[in-house]
């Protein structure tokens, strides 16, 4: 059996459908799952990483874990308390949905350090590991659908500046390949789109997929901080502009490991935008 947690996210939601086509035997779990939640037939229950001890009966006679990194709430996980409850449950491979940032912004807390100590509890753990560290999300895109749908624009900063965004259809599609098949352990993918897109360039993307022009309005960049700050901490804010507006080479660098595990090419944000195009309609 399979233990998928955080089940109900981007690239949790899709794990599962993923596996459970494949015939594998799946507990999905989040804090707030549900039947609506996952295929008929694929178990589910609510569990929260925050707190190791409500995973022990979700991972009791497991294989494998798919562990999300908790996300905004990384940094009140306790990575070892958690894959001791794995291990005693019998999990002996896990598969880590762990960040590019622990390579490329280790200084900071939010977007590399935190990630960089549950990475190495992983690998502390004594049980197989691979250990996946996806740039940005092309789901990230989300974040427009409301002005999308209310009056066809985007507001965001740095519109020419490109970053190689990924579909967390395709980071899915890594870890059942990881958690399923030999040849992964000890392994770190990093993963990226097939090239790097603009801000701009994703919004006439959106565009192209409804039918119709979506208007690109540029912020400044304080006016992002200021959007931002409404809903991240400061220091997430500091860190993400940073990455938006001056990526390091690596962060703008298109990484060929999609490729190599999955026999094919990532695919584009036009392709993920005209999948979800039912979001911004």
Do not use: C
């Not at 700050?229 to 490991?257: C, K």
């Amino acid at each position: 059996m399979i233990v998928v947690t955080g089940a109900t996210g981007n690239v949790g939601r899709s794990l599962v459908q993923v596996l459970a086509a494949g015939g594998e035997r799946v507990t999905a779990t989040s804090r707030t799952i549900t039947d609506a939640d996952v295929p008929e037939g694929v178990r589910h229950r609510t569990a929260d990483l925050t707190d190791a001890e409500s995973l022990r009966s979700v991972l009791d006679g497991a294989d494998a874990l798919f562990l999300q990194n908790g996300g905004a709430s990384a940094h009140l996980l306790n990575p070892h308390e958690i894959l001791d409850v794995a291990k005693a449950g019998g999990v002996r491979r896990v598969v880590l949905l762990s960040s590019q940032g622990v390579a490329t912004r280790p200084r900071s807390a939010s977007h590399g350090g935190t990630a960089r100590l549950i990475e190495d509890a992983v690998r502390g753990s004594g049980m197989s590991w691979t250990i996946l560290r996806p740039g940005g999300f092309n789901s990230n895109a989300y974040a427009w659908a409301e002005p999308v749908r209310a009056h066809r624009s985007v507001a965001a900063p740095f519109g020419d500046v490109g970053l190689p965004t990924v579909d967390p259809d395709d980071i899915a599609e890594v870890a059942a390949v990881a958690l399923r098949e030999d040849g992964h352990d000890g392994r770190i993918y990093e993963l990226t789109g097939p090239a790097p897109s603009t801000p701009r360039q994703r919004a006439a993307a959106i565009g192209e997929a409804l039918g119709e022009p979506v208007r690109f309005v540029e912020q400044t960049r304080e006016e992002a901080r200021a959007e931002m700050l409404r809903f991240m901490p400061e220091a997430v804010v500091e860190t993400t502009l940073a990455i938006l507006g001056d990526p390091t080479g690596a962060e703008q660098r298109v990484s060929p490991d999609v490729g190599r595990v999955l026999g094919r090419a990532p695919r584009s944000f036009a392709d993920w935008a005209r999948r979800y195009v039912g979001a911004f309609r």
